[in-house]
C-alpha cells in the first residue's frame, strides 16, 4: 500500500465538495473543515460570519497510486464555478470562495498550469481560484462530516448536491471509486 498524500480544496459548501470527492476511486479520506484565514479553530458559526478569514474546505486524502493529484484537480474544476468570486450557487460570502491550498510545489505548479490550461482551453474564462499554501487546516465539527451521506433528505443537499454529483458521473466516471453510486 503507498503512502497516503493530502489535497485541500475550497469550492463552495463544504458538504458538497466532501460528498463529491468522497466517491472518487483512490480517495481514502474526506475532511470537511476550514483554512486561508486569520481565526484560530474557528467555529462553524464563525466561519459563516465571514469575519475569520477561512474558506469552508475539505481535505482529501488520498492513494497517488490509485488517483492522481491532477485528477483530484479534474474532479474539482468540475462540480464548482472557478469564475465566480466569493460565491457558489445560493452561498455567498468569502468564506465560499474557490480555493486550492497546496500542500508543497509539485502541488502548487500543478494548480498554477491546470489553472492555465482551463483559460486557455475557452473551458472557463477568467478563473477567480485562489491559490495558496496550506497554513493550518481546522477540522470542521463531528456534525459537518460526511453530511450528505448522514443527512440526505436535508433541503439544501437535495437541492444542491445531486447536480453536483451527476455532473462528476457525466464527465468523469472514469474516476469514481466501484462502490460508488456511477462508479464502475
Known amino acids: 500500500m503507498s503512502e497516503t498524500e493530502l489535497a485541500t480544496f475550497g469550492g463552495g459548501c463544504f458538504w458538497c465538495v466532501e460528498a463529491a470527492f468522497e466517491r472518487v476511486r483512490g480517495v481514502r479520506e474526506v475532511v470537511s473543515g476550514y483554512a486561508g484565514g486569520h481565526t484560530e479553530d474557528p467555529s462553524y458559526r464563525e466561519v459563516c460570519s465571514g469575519s475569520t478569514g477561512h474558506a469552508e474546505v475539505v481535505q482529501v486524502a488520498y492513494d497517488p497510486d490509485a488517483v492522481s493529484y491532477e485528477d483530484l484537480l479534474e474532479v474539482f474544476f468540475t462540480i464548482h464555478d472557478p469564475t465566480t468570486k466569493d460565491r457558489q450557487g445560493p452561498d455567498v460570502g468569502s468564506q465560499y470562495r474557490s480555493i486550492v491550498l497546496y500542500h508543497g510545489e509539485a502541488q502548487r505548479e500543478a494548480v498554477e ?11 472557463y474564462e477568467g478563473v477567480v481560484t485562489e491559490v495558496t499554501r496550506l497554513e493550518t487546516f481546522y477540522r470542521a465539527e463531528e456534525k459537518h462530516q460526511n453530511y450528505f451521506a448522514k443527512n440526505p433528505d436535508q433541503p439544501y443537499c437535495r437541492m444542491q448536491i445531486p447536480p453536483k454529483l451527476e455532473k462528476l458521473e457525466s464527465k468523469h466516471a472514469d474516476k469514481l471509486a466501484p462502490e460508488a453510486p456511477g462508479g464502475d
Open 113 to 123: 498550469r491546470y489553472i492555465e490550461e482551463l483559460e486557455e482551453s475557452g473551458e
